[in-house]
């Protein structure tokens, strides 16, 4: 005789659990067929994100109309009408008849908030630590200020040798490796007048203007400076510009050493790994780097 009193219905008690627990095993795999589903929905939305990117920058290249814009996209017209209609109610777009789209007010908002969080200091303050370490040098960071260079930053190095400069202290342009390189974009009569106004403080400077003029050009074609005891006897240094989305020079980095350290060989060594870190500071400040940028800045030295 069946035992079936654990069941109301009648059926053994046995073969309610193996119910059950079927059951539950479906509902698990329903679960997991589920979750399984959401890195698909990511996936979708990351498309969306990249394609709405792809709008914004293909407005910026020149693309206004819907026609034009389809085509940069390679998308249907409904499509790419949907992604920038989301735009322009977001106001990362705007539009107009006749006209077509543009560049949105949201677009202005966010640079001027991104330009105000990118401070200098502190976009570059890892990247000299790194030098700095990387080197055993001194390693500064400046701005310019008026006919002078400012001092952001210093990174001492570790070696025992002491440079006297102080963050907050103005130096000179030229003499320093670090206020060459502030200038380095400047006009030969620019470079004219900041030369006669140093002359005119009165500190004594034993290179003469053809010959700094001349170096200050070679400086210009290589992308980087040297202090050769200019400034500081016993003292040698590389600088290189840091730049920002504008291409303009907003800043540079030194390397500073005892001349027993930076022989010629050592600062061609240096003058590379400066320029890179300058580069990367310029790369983090919105920089691009191009081949038409280069040629801007040689038509300026004209």
Not at 63 to 80: G, P, Q, W, Y
Not at 127 to 134: D, F, K, Q, R, Y
Not at 204 to 224: I, Q
Not at 249 to 272: F, K, P, T
Request: with cysteine; hydrophobic share 35%; charged share 25%.
């Amino acid at each position: 005789m069946r035992d079936t009193s654990d069941s109301p219905s009648g059926m053994p008690a046995a073969r309610l659990a193996d119910k059950a627990l079927s059951k539950k095993r479906s509902s698990g795999r329903g679960a997991s067929s589920q979750g399984a589903s959401t890195p698909t929905k990511g996936l979708v939305g990351s498309q969306t994100l990249t394609r709405g990117l792809d709008v914004l920058e293909a407005v910026a290249a020149g693309a206004t109309n819907l026609a034009a814009l389809a085509e940069a996209l390679d998308l249907n017209r409904s499509t790419t009408h949907r992604l920038a209609g989301t735009l322009v109610g977001r106001r990362y777009l705007s539009f107009a008849p006749r006209v077509g789209y543009a560049l949105g007010p949201k677009l202005l908002e966010l640079g001027f908030q991104a330009r105000a969080q990118m401070s200098l200091a502190r976009v570059a303050r890892e990247h000299i630590e790194v030098l700095a370490a990387a080197t055993g040098d001194t390693v500064h960071l400046g701005v310019l200020d008026g006919p002078r260079a400012f001092y952001l930053d210093k990174i001492p190095g570790s070696r025992r040798v002491e440079i006297s400069s102080r963050i907050g202290e103005r130096q000179p342009l030229r003499s320093t490796g670090l206020g060459k390189a502030l200038i380095l974009d400047e006009t030969e009569s620019r470079w004219r007048e900041l030369y006669d106004y140093e002359n005119r403080e009165g500190k004594p400077y034993d290179v003469s203007l053809n010959v700094w003029l001349r170096r200050m050009h070679e400086y210009a074609k290589a992308g980087y400076t040297l202090d050769l005891e200019e400034n500081e006897d016993r003292i040698r240094c590389v600088a290189a510009p840091v730049r920002d989305a504008t291409n303009d020079i907003v800043g540079a980095i030194s390397v500073s050493s005892a001349a027993q350290y930076m022989n010629d060989q050592r600062m061609q060594v240096l003058a590379e790994e400066v320029r890179n870190a300058a580069r990367m500071i310029s790369l983090d400040m919105g920089w691009r780097d191009d081949s038409q940028q280069s040629l801007h800045r040689a038509s300026k030295r004209r």
